[in-house]
Structure formats: structure tokens, C-alpha cells
């Protein structure tokens, strides 16, 4: 109410001013996928993706959230399990799938649960020390991107399921 008053004084004090409607976040344009490629950091994980089948499901219209582990959290994956998801496509996928949770959960949400279900079916726990958040082992180190179809929270490891 105060808003519109304000726009009201505004328009009657500079005549010939339009009435504007009040400023809204635009709502962002680029999907998961496009978000991540944009950022520049995650590459391996959309090569992954890809490789995995995965890039058509992150750019769909479902809302998901994405705990994203970045370019460098993938240095920190020994080359034999990296060169063993290589080989094998279902891994891959169940372990993409563990980085992924259906909905849109901002890190105002995030911090209140202790586990989130995974698409790939095994949840994730999650932690709270301090001013940092932790997703099994992997720290979060920035949250809320805003994506068309869900929300990326960046990660410093690779999350990877127990077998």
C-alpha cells in the first residue's frame, strides 16, 4: 500500500510520469543446463551429463535442485573412478542422479532438513556446522543460482553413492 502511495505522489509531483508497475525479479531464463554451461566452471559435469544421457532431463521443465560439484571438485576424483564411470553408463547415471533432488529447495529450506531424497534414490545427508553447510562430505560454497527449472547449490567434492 505504501508502494502504490509512493507511486501516486510520484506521478502527481512530475507531471506526465507514468505510472509504473512495481519492480519484480525477473524470472531467469536459462534452464539447469544452460545455467551451469553459462557459469563456466562445471564442464565436466555437463560432459558427464551428456555422456550419461542426463542433459535432456536437467533442461526439462521439472523443477530440481542441483548440488553441482564444480570443475575443480572433480580434480579431487581418483582417475580410476573417474575412468570407471566411463565405462559404465548405469553408474554414471546413479551417480549424477545423487547430486539431484526433485523440487525447488533454496538454502533457506536446505538448512532446516537433515536428508533429502536423491532421483537416484539413495537420500543425502545433510549438515549444518557453523555458517557452513554440508551435503554428505562435500561443503556447499554458493547456493541459490536461479535457473528456469530449479536452483544449482555449488559443491566442493563429487558426491558419490554408497554401493
Given at each position: 500500500?505504501k508502494r502504490?502511495?509512493?507511486?501516486?505522489?510520484l506521478?502527481?509531483?512530475?507531471?506526465?510520469?507514468?505510472l509504473?508497475?512495481p519492480?519484480?525479479a525477473?524470472?531467469?531464463?536459462?534452464?539447469?543446463?544452460q545455467?551451469?554451461?553459462?557459469a563456466g566452471?562445471?564442464?565436466?559435469l555437463?560432459?558427464?551429463a551428456?555422456?550419461?544421457?542426463?542433459?535432456?532431463?536437467?533442461?526439462g521443465?521439472?523443477?530440481l535442485?542441483?548440488f553441482a560439484p564444480t570443475?575443480?571438485?572433480f580434480?579431487?576424483?581418483p582417475?580410476?573412478t573417474?575412468?570407471?564411470?566411463?565405462k559404465?553408463?548405469?553408474?554414471l547415471?546413479?551417480?549424477?542422479l545423487?547430486?539431484?533432488?526433485k523440487?525447488?529447495?533454496?538454502?533457506?529450506?536446505?538448512?532446516?532438513l537433515?536428508?533429502a531424497k536423491?532421483?537416484?534414490g539413495p537420500?543425502?545427508?545433510?549438515?549444518v556446522?557453523?555458517?557452513?553447510?554440508?551435503v554428505d562430505?562435500a561443503k556447499?560454497t554458493?547456493?541459490?543460482?536461479?535457473?528456469s527449472n530449479?536452483?544449482?547449490h555449488?559443491?566442493n567434492?563429487?558426491?558419490?553413492?554408497?554401493?
Amino acid at each position: 500500500m505504501k508502494r502504490i502511495a509512493a507511486l501516486l505522489v510520484l506521478a502527481v509531483a512530475l507531471p506526465g510520469a507514468a505510472l509504473a508497475a512495481p519492480d519484480r525479479a525477473a524470472a531467469p531464463k536459462a534452464n539447469i543446463v544452460q545455467t551451469a554451461a553459462g557459469a563456466g566452471q562445471f564442464t565436466t559435469l555437463l560432459a558427464l551429463a551428456k555422456q550419461a544421457g542426463l542433459v535432456g532431463a536437467l533442461s526439462g521443465p521439472g523443477k530440481l535442485t542441483v548440488f553441482a560439484p564444480t570443475d575443480a571438485a572433480f580434480k579431487k576424483v581418483p582417475k580410476a573412478t573417474l575412468a570407471k564411470l566411463g565405462k559404465d553408463k548405469a553408474l554414471l547415471k546413479r551417480v549424477l542422479l545423487y547430486h539431484v533432488v526433485k523440487g525447488q529447495i533454496p538454502a533457506e529450506k536446505v538448512v532446516q532438513l537433515r536428508s533429502a531424497k536423491t532421483l537416484a534414490g539413495p537420500s543425502v545427508r545433510i549438515r549444518v556446522s557453523g555458517k557452513s553447510v554440508f551435503v554428505d562430505k562435500a561443503k556447499v560454497t554458493k547456493t541459490d543460482i536461479r535457473t528456469s527449472n530449479g536452483i544449482i547449490h555449488v559443491l566442493n567434492a563429487v558426491l558419490i553413492p554408497a554401493s
